[in-house]
C-alpha cells in the first residue's frame, strides 16, 4: 500500500515553504491520485493536523505555510517515549533509516487513524530510549534539534484568550455568516444578531472571521472566535472534559476530550497532540476528539487559557 501520508510529507518538505492556495492544489492532485473518495474537506484537515503533529506551521492570515525543522522531544511521562516530528526530506529519511540500522535506539512508526474518505497521516516516528543523555546525543548524531519536553514547555507559553485587533463592522448588504454554538457551524444572517463569532469575505475575496464584544468588532481566526463567543455563554456541558487513567500511579494523566464545533486552536492542539505523539482520535459517536496522555495539570492549562472549565468525567 502506498504511504499517501509519507509521500504528502515528502513533498511539502522538500517544498519547504509557499503559498498555501498552491499547497491545497498540490495536496488535493497528489492525494487523489492514491486515495479517490476523498471528501472535499479532507486537505484541510490533513493541514490541521500537519500542524498539530508539528510537521509544518502555517500562517492562516497571510495564507502561507512552511515546513517545521525537525524535533525529538519526549512525550510527559509515557515510560521512556519521545518523539521525532517535523518535516521529512529524503536525506533526513535516510540519515532516520541509518540510524535504525546502526542500532542507536528503538524507533517504531506508529500510524495515527483515520475515516475511510480522509487522507492519511504519516505514521508518527517513536523512539524508544532508556536515559536522556543517550536521547540527547542521539538527536546530535541525527543534526536534530532536541526539546525536553515540548508539551509541558507549551503549555506553559498558553497565551490568554484576547480578541485580535479592533476592526469595522461588516458592510451591511454583504453575505455574512454567524456561528451557531449549539449546532457547531456557520448560518447565514441578514445582519450582525448581537454579540458573536462572524465569518465574511472581504473586498480582496479572502473570507475573514469577526468577533464583536461589548459593542466592539475585532479581528480573529476560527477557533480562537469560537472560544471568545462561548466564554459568556452558560451551557449545560462542558466543552472540554478530561478522564483520569485507571492504572495505578498513572492518575494524573488521562484522556483530554473536545466537543465537535469547538476546535482548539493552533498552539493548544499542538500541546496537546504532542503528549502521545499521535493525532487526535475521532469519536463519531460521542461527536469528540479525544487527545491521549494528557496530564492533568496540561489539561487545565488549555482549558484556563481558552476562558473555559474543565469538566472531568468518570466515564467517557
Known sequence: MTDTGGLLLRWLSEQGAGSLSDLKQGMWWLASKHCPDIEPGAPGRWLRDAVSLAYMDIDWRNRRWCAAPPVLT??????????????????FDARVAQAGQDGLLELFRVPSARPPRDIPLPPSLIVQFDDEAGLVGWAAELGVSYTPCFALQGAALLPPLSPGAPTSAPEFGKPLE??????????LVPRPQGEGLY???RRDSKRVCQVQRDGQWYETGHEQGVYLALENQSRAADVLRWLPEKDCGRERFGTLFVDWGYPLPDLHRR??????????????????LAYDNVPHAIAIKIAQSLGQHLGENDDE
Do not use: S
Not at 74 to 91: C, D, E, F, K, S
Not at 178 to 187: A, E, K, T
Open 74 to 91: 519526549r512525550l510527559p511521562q509515557a515510560r521512556g517515549l519521545a518523539v521525532l516530528t517535523g518535516g521529512r526530506t529524503a536525506a
Open 178 to 187: 454567524q456561528y451557531d454554538l449549539v449546532r457547531g457551524g456557520y448560518r
Open 199 to 201: 465569518r465574511l469575505k
Open 271 to 288: 500541546v496537546a497532540v504532542m503528549c502521545c505523539g499521535l493525532a487526535p482520535r475521532i469519536n463519531t459517536q460521542a461527536e469528540n
